[in-house]
C-alpha cells in the first residue's frame, strides 16, 4: 500500500518566515505472509521538504522500518 500527504500550515506564522508549505510524505508498505502464522513487512518513507525550510535544511528525509510478526 501507499501514501502521500502534503502538509501545510493553516495560517501564516507570526515570524519573518511567512511561507506556509512544510513539505510532502511519501510512505509504502509491503507485508508477506510467509505462513498462516508468520508475517514480514517492510515500510519505507520519506519526506520531502517544502518552501518553508531554508536551504540548510531542506534535505530529505528517509526511514526504512523492517518487521517480523509471529502469531500462535
Known amino acids: ?3 502521500w500527504a502534503h502538509i501545510w500550515l493553516a495560517e ?3 515570524s519573518t518566515n511567512t511561507k506556509k508549505n512544510l513539505g510532502d510524505s511519501i510512505e509504502f508498505t ?3 505472509d510467509y505462513t ?3 508475517q ?3 515500510l519505507s518513507g520519506w519526506f520531502i521538504p517544502g518552501s ?3 536551504d ?3 534535505a530529505i528525509a528517509t ?3 523492517g518487521t517480523v510478526s509471529l502469531s500462535f
Open 1 to 3: 500500500t501507499g501514501l
Open 12 to 14: 501564516r506564522p507570526q
Open 30 to 32: 509491503v507485508t508477506w
Open 36 to 38: 498462516e502464522d508468520v
Open 40 to 42: 514480514f513487512g517492510l
Open 52 to 54: 518553508y525550510f531554508d
Open 56 to 58: 540548510q535544511r531542506d
Open 63 to 65: 526511514n526504512v522500518v
